[in-house]
């Protein structure tokens, strides 16, 4: 079946202008979280949504970084007025429980300008 | 909050060594999973221990569960190029969010 899929897949943006990476999890899974990585850093979570319960937010790095998901499918991560430090790979994973497999999807490479 | 930790940051090997990366949580864990990202790829996969003091093999690669589930083992026995990559593992307390440590690099002279 189909996996995890993120767009774009690369992203030029000019500094101060807002950017929305979008996440399509598997069908049927409940959990989806969002990691950033930086070249040769481990993930860093940025927000875990989990069924209908409020999103875990705390790893969102500043007010300029939110992200929903409607439906409890699709996920859209926006950040607003976008600084060269924002550069990063972003990765979306999905899991069918909480403490389930992640897939990972191949993620949005990130570039600010 | 529960954290996570991995050792060592990054490790270099003669093709043929062996290698073994440590996780370390703070709080005991209901299961732990170990992942592997290739250079330029995504995370993915490898395996699940859940028992207390469970070990799981698959070929070269053996990974432990510790007594108390506060800590976890990978070891690669007889490293070849193929092995290169990220290996994280991740943690998760109840029904809490799975918590990744920060990974170890694994590089290899052939």
């Known amino acids: 079946g189909a996996g995890v899929s993120q767009s774009p897949s690369n992203k030029v943006t000019e500094k101060g202008k807002d950017v929305e990476l979008r996440c399509d999890p598997i069908?049927?899974?409940?959990?989806l979280y969002w990691y950033r990585q930086s070249l040769g850093q481990g993930l860093e979570f940025l927000i875990y949504?989990?069924?209908?319960?409020?999103?875990?937010k705390s790893g969102l790095p500043s007010d300029r970084f939110s992200a929903e998901r409607t439906g409890g499918s699709v996920s859209t991560l926006t950040i607003q007025r976008t600084q060269q430090e924002d550069s990063a790979v972003y990765l979306c994973?999905?899991?069918?429980?909480?403490?389930?497999?992640?897939?990972f999807g191949p993620g949005t490479r990130l570039l600010v300008l | 909050g529960q954290q996570v930790m991995q050792i060592p940051q990054y490790q270099h090997v003669q093709e043929g060594e062996d290698f073994t990366t440590y996780c370390n949580s703070s709080?005991?864990?209901?299961?732990i999973q170990w992942y592997k990202q290739r250079p330029g790829g995504h995370p993915v996969f490898l395996i699940q221990?859940?028992?207390?003091?469970e070990v799981k093999k698959q070929k070269r690669l053996t990974f432990q569960f510790g007594e108390a589930k506060k800590n976890s083992s990978l070891h690669i026995t007889a490293t070849q190029t193929t092995d290169v990559g990220t290996y994280f593992c991740?943690?998760?307390?109840?029904?809490?969010?799975?918590?990744f440590g920060q990974g170890t690099r694994l590089t290899i002279n052939p």
């Open positions: 994973a999905s899991s069918l429980y909480p403490s389930g497999t992640q897939y």
């Open positions: 069908s049927g899974h409940t959990a």
């Open positions: 949504f989990q069924g209908n319960s409020a999103p875990d």
């Open positions: 709080t005991t864990l209901s299961n």
């Open positions: 221990l859940v028992k207390s003091g």
């Open positions: 991740a943690g998760i307390q109840g029904a809490q969010k799975l918590v």
